[in-house]
């Protein structure tokens, strides 16, 4: 099988070929037996989207993933999400973004209480770090069994993982609950793990689900909209959060709210199964899961563990990002309210109305931004951009005295433009049937990323205050952050460099697809659904004008160009890179974790 080299397809348009004239037409038509339903296949035809997945494996020399299921075979399955009405789309679309708001609401509270916990439960930064990477921990492998259970059960399957995770959430927020109003550490820990458990999952899980639904057409829209739901959830949990604790006196009950929160999102569950109950969805899948056959085999998508090593080498460069970018964005949230209360010597509830500002931005900036990537592209343009302003807050905040308001600001600008880029550009990057396990491949990397950076962040902060010498305790606090931030500025550049790394792939590899616009998008799009079809005629009729082997080929370039083409060869060397870093993760955290027993030591005053 042709493994031709995509960028050469960049002067070749599929769609302006010669084709055959109208005397070879009409001879085929008179000559070609009338097809039905009993008559055999091809000899040499791929027996179904998953055999041609492993064509190797079925006669074939390699394993070149075959758009069928999307652009032809399984076009029914398009139209049910695709093609659905315009309001059930925003009821999907409601009660998705409704179901983890207490996760977003819980994160940002701990986050911001990390100073009135530490003095409560009398534990230092590491052991907080350890509190926080608990959740993380669980979900650098969970959000992937969430993307694939997304992938392989089709609706009805969604929506009984969707119920499952909401009560483990709900299960988890009430002993995170019970662990801040005892002041008891491994209370807290346990909760934040079974919290975790969920938390993860039911992100990838409605990423995974929007995907579906909305696909090619309103994803960054979408996308947008998620992000200005969760920053917005973020923005008031932070705000709230301290003039809750002075109001009530007690430090446990902006985690009491978080835990209401979780609860509605269960009930919200409740809602989802019901709407898509009542207009009969799952009924009409399960139809078009049922007819939607060809030679007695079904066109439901199975999934493999062979597809990770036949994943293209354009898409690992999202974890790499999530990796690197991600965590440095994740894990400066979770910090963010004690570090302008330490360097900038201001009170607690000012830092929290300061630190809030780091979810301002994407609030207005993450729908528009949508509306843009969707329109003009430019995603890689836009993720450049997003790292060099995060280059530029983070200098700003830890170089300079400028108000922090400032340096926040600016650090939520590049929060509401690098999401949004690396969320709409997964599922760009693979066949549609693989989006939820993207979305759960980024969404480990991003947890394992933040697992690694939290517990070292922790670590930097007891080194730099507990030095030994307590006449210079207050210059120390002052000055906790100074390692942090260089860890974080060093992150950043690295970002830098990855996504100039990315652009060149993409546009080597894919002539540019993710900096292409809607018109040429859907130019790209229909030109794939024309070579698939004229595959189709050249296999059925011999002497269709094209050979077969011919008209693979330009299937292939057509589905390079579209970023839906797998890799042609195993290649192990991107998991074992993934999974080097997801080692990595758990021997820091349980490192971490254990010190206080090989140590010997309970927590620092």
């Given at each position: 099988m042709s493994n031709t080299d995509p960028a050469s397809s960049s002067n070749h348009d599929p769609l302006q070929r010669d084709q055959p004239n109208e005397k070879q037409l009409r001879l085929n038509r008179d000559t070609a037996p009338e097809e039905s339903s009993e008559q055999p296949p091809p000899r040499n035809a791929p027996d179904s989207i998953h055999e041609d997945l492993f064509y190797g494996e079925n006669g074939g020399e390699s394993a070149i993933y075959s758009k069928e299921a999307t652009l032809s075979s399984n076009r029914t399955e398009e139209d049910l999400f695709v093609k659905a009405s315009w309001q059930l789309k925003v009821l999907i679309l409601i009660c998705m973004l409704a179901l983890p708001v207490g996760c977003h609401y819980l994160e940002a509270t701990v986050g911001t209480l990390k100073t009135a916990i530490k003095s409560n439960m009398h534990i230092n930064n590491t052991q907080f770090g350890i509190l926080v990477s608990a959740v993380t921990l669980v979900n650098t492998v969970l959000p992937l069994f969430a993307g694939i259970f997304i992938d392989d059960l089709s609706s009805l399957g969604s929506i009984r993982g969707t119920t499952l995770v909401s009560v483990v959430i709900f299960i988890g927020s009430m002993l995170v609950s019970l662990g801040s109003m005892r002041n008891s550490y491994p209370i807290m820990v346990t909760g934040q793990v079974i919290y975790g458990l969920g938390g993860g999952m039911i992100v990838t899980m409605q990423e995974g689900v929007l995907s579906r639904w909305f696909r090619d057409r309103e994803l960054a829209i979408v996308i947008g909209i998620v992000l200005c739901v969760a920053r917005l959830t973020k923005w008031a949990a932070k705000m709230v959060c301290y003039p809750i604790v002075y109001s009530s006196g007690s430090h446990s009950w902006p985690i009491h709210v978080a835990t209401i929160f979780c609860a509605a999102g269960v009930v919200m569950n409740v809602v989802y199964w019901m709407v898509i109950r009542r207009l009969s969805v799952l009924s009409q899948a399960g139809a078009t899961m049922t007819t939607a056959t060809r030679r007695g085999k079904s066109f439901r998508f199975k999934f493999s563990w062979k597809l990770f090593l036949y994943i293209p080498g354009t898409f690992w460069m999202i974890p790499w990002i999530q990796l690197i970018m991600s965590s440095v964005l994740s894990s400066f949230d979770d910090i963010a309210t004690e570090f302008v209360e330490f360097r900038f010597q201001t009170t607690s509830i000012m830092a929290g109305y300061q630190s809030s500002l780091t979810q301002v931005v994407p609030i207005v900036v993450a729908p528009i931004m949508g509306i843009v990537i969707h329109r003009f592209g430019k995603r890689l343009t836009t993720l450049f951009?997003?790292?060099?302003?995060?280059?530029?807050?983070?200098?700003?905040?830890?170089?300079?005295?400028?108000?922090?308001?400032?340096?926040?600001?600016?650090?939520?600008?590049?929060?509401?433009?690098?999401?949004?880029?690396?969320?709409?550009?997964?599922?760009?990057?693979?066949?549609?049937?693989?989006?939820?396990?993207?979305?759960?491949?980024?969404?480990?990397?991003?947890?394992?990323?933040?697992?690694?950076?939290?517990?070292?962040?922790?670590?930097?902060?007891?080194?730099?205050?507990?030095?030994?010498n307590s006449a210079d305790d207050h210059k120390d606090l002052q000055n906790e952050y100074n390692g942090v931030m260089i860890l974080y500025l060093v992150m950043a550049c690295c970002s830098t460099l990855v996504v100039g790394i990315f652009w060149l792939m993409d546009r080597k590899l894919l002539s540019g697809w993710l900096q292409a616009d809607k018109a040429e998008r859907d130019r790209r799009l229909e030109s794939a659904k024309h070579e698939q079809d004229e595959e189709d005629r050249?296999?059925?009729?011999?002497?269709?004008?094209?050979?077969?082997?011919?008209?693979?080929?330009?299937?292939?370039?057509?589905?390079?160009?579209?970023?839906?083409?797998?890799?042609?060869?195993?290649?192990?060397?991107?998991?074992?890179?993934?999974?080097?870093?997801?080692?990595?993760?758990?021997?820091?955290?349980?490192?971490?974790?254990?010190?206080?027993?090989?140590?010997?030591?309970?927590?620092?005053?």
């Amino acid at each position: 099988m042709s493994n031709t080299d995509p960028a050469s397809s960049s002067n070749h348009d599929p769609l302006q070929r010669d084709q055959p004239n109208e005397k070879q037409l009409r001879l085929n038509r008179d000559t070609a037996p009338e097809e039905s339903s009993e008559q055999p296949p091809p000899r040499n035809a791929p027996d179904s989207i998953h055999e041609d997945l492993f064509y190797g494996e079925n006669g074939g020399e390699s394993a070149i993933y075959s758009k069928e299921a999307t652009l032809s075979s399984n076009r029914t399955e398009e139209d049910l999400f695709v093609k659905a009405s315009w309001q059930l789309k925003v009821l999907i679309l409601i009660c998705m973004l409704a179901l983890p708001v207490g996760c977003h609401y819980l994160e940002a509270t701990v986050g911001t209480l990390k100073t009135a916990i530490k003095s409560n439960m009398h534990i230092n930064n590491t052991q907080f770090g350890i509190l926080v990477s608990a959740v993380t921990l669980v979900n650098t492998v969970l959000p992937l069994f969430a993307g694939i259970f997304i992938d392989d059960l089709s609706s009805l399957g969604s929506i009984r993982g969707t119920t499952l995770v909401s009560v483990v959430i709900f299960i988890g927020s009430m002993l995170v609950s019970l662990g801040s109003m005892r002041n008891s550490y491994p209370i807290m820990v346990t909760g934040q793990v079974i919290y975790g458990l969920g938390g993860g999952m039911i992100v990838t899980m409605q990423e995974g689900v929007l995907s579906r639904w909305f696909r090619d057409r309103e994803l960054a829209i979408v996308i947008g909209i998620v992000l200005c739901v969760a920053r917005l959830t973020k923005w008031a949990a932070k705000m709230v959060c301290y003039p809750i604790v002075y109001s009530s006196g007690s430090h446990s009950w902006p985690i009491h709210v978080a835990t209401i929160f979780c609860a509605a999102g269960v009930v919200m569950n409740v809602v989802y199964w019901m709407v898509i109950r009542r207009l009969s969805v799952l009924s009409q899948a399960g139809a078009t899961m049922t007819t939607a056959t060809r030679r007695g085999k079904s066109f439901r998508f199975k999934f493999s563990w062979k597809l990770f090593l036949y994943i293209p080498g354009t898409f690992w460069m999202i974890p790499w990002i999530q990796l690197i970018m991600s965590s440095v964005l994740s894990s400066f949230d979770d910090i963010a309210t004690e570090f302008v209360e330490f360097r900038f010597q201001t009170t607690s509830i000012m830092a929290g109305y300061q630190s809030s500002l780091t979810q301002v931005v994407p609030i207005v900036v993450a729908p528009i931004m949508g509306i843009v990537i969707h329109r003009f592209g430019k995603r890689l343009t836009t993720l450049f951009v997003a790292t060099l302003v995060l280059v530029t807050s983070i200098t700003i905040l830890s170089h300079t005295w400028a108000v922090p308001a400032a340096g926040m600001i600016i650090f939520s600008l590049a929060l509401a433009l690098g999401p949004v880029s690396v969320l709409s550009s997964t599922s760009m990057l693979l066949p549609h049937e693989l989006a939820g396990t993207g979305m759960g491949l980024h969404k480990c990397a991003n947890n394992i990323g933040t697992t690694i950076v939290a517990v070292l962040v922790g670590y930097v902060q007891d080194l730099t205050y507990h030095d030994g010498n307590s006449a210079d305790d207050h210059k120390d606090l002052q000055n906790e952050y100074n390692g942090v931030m260089i860890l974080y500025l060093v992150m950043a550049c690295c970002s830098t460099l990855v996504v100039g790394i990315f652009w060149l792939m993409d546009r080597k590899l894919l002539s540019g697809w993710l900096q292409a616009d809607k018109a040429e998008r859907d130019r790209r799009l229909e030109s794939a659904k024309h070579e698939q079809d004229e595959e189709d005629r050249a296999v059925r009729y011999p002497y269709y004008g094209i050979s077969p082997e011919e008209q693979e080929k330009r299937r292939n370039e057509a589905l390079q160009r579209i970023g839906s083409r797998m890799r042609t060869k195993k290649s192990y060397a991107y998991v074992a890179f993934y999974g080097f870093w997801f080692i990595v993760a758990w021997v820091v955290f349980f490192t971490f974790a254990l010190m206080p027993v090989y140590q010997n030591y309970t927590s620092y005053s």
